[in-house]
């Protein structure tokens, strides 16, 4: 009983004494505030991410946008803040959306594109106003960062960005726009008549 009580003991004191505590939990990796505190922080992109170096010259990116924690490659954290803004890229889950019963809206989008970028000012009420008979979803043209999207390009021939396709509830496509517009009020009307 006494070696178990040692055992138990020094596995305990060794594992309070780490500075380098690593948890990780999916594809995000949770740094301890004590390392952090040890880190330099390398650059910061507003409303984005940071980087961070510890002492090991290990770098690490923390997210800014969605407070989704810290992450050992760009990739991944790139991976997630995608997941969690609705982007998809397989052919498969994005059909099984549109066939879902309820109306969609595709949006074809492109991290680089600045209309891109724009058109997310003038659909954020849209998404508000829509978002609980709608489902909407956005498709990275450029794929940097998730499954390969040629198929599904290629499929609702997406040729260039942005690109808006509504599709009814029966999983019709009804409305089909390419370019910058801030048509939030002509997306708004069509989505309103296709509940």
């Not at 390398?42 to 940071?50: A, E, G, I, L, P």
Request: aromatic fraction near 14%; hydrophobic fraction near 35%.
């Amino acid at each position: 009983m006494k070696v178990f009580f040692i055992i138990f003991y020094c596995l305990l004191l060794v594992s309070c004494n780490s500075t380098n505590t690593i948890v990780e939990t999916n594809e995000t990796i949770m740094i301890s505030e004590f390392e952090k505190s040890n880190s330099e922080l390398v650059r910061t992109f507003k409303n984005d991410y940071s980087l961070w170096k510890n002492n090991n010259d290990i770098e690490y990116y923390e997210d800014l946008r969605f407070n989704l924690g810290m992450f050992d490659t760009f990739e991944l954290m790139r991976e997630s803040q995608y997941r969690k803004m609705g982007i998809v890229t397989d052919l498969s889950t994005i059909q099984s959306v549109i066939d879902s019963g309820k109306p969609t809206f595709l949006e074809g989008w492109s991290e680089s594109c600045v209309y891109c970028k724009m058109g997310e000012i003038a659909l954020k009420n849209l998404k508000n106003e829509h978002s609980d008979n709608v489902n909407f979803l956005i498709v990275d043209v450029s794929n940097r960062y998730l499954e390969d999207v040629t198929d599904a390009l290629m499929f609702y021939e997406i040729l260039s960005t942005p690109t808006y396709i509504i599709f009814d509830k029966n999983g019709n496509e009804i409305h089909r726009s390419v370019g910058y517009a801030a048509q939030g009020e002509k997306f708004s009307k069509i989505l309103f008549e296709n509940y």
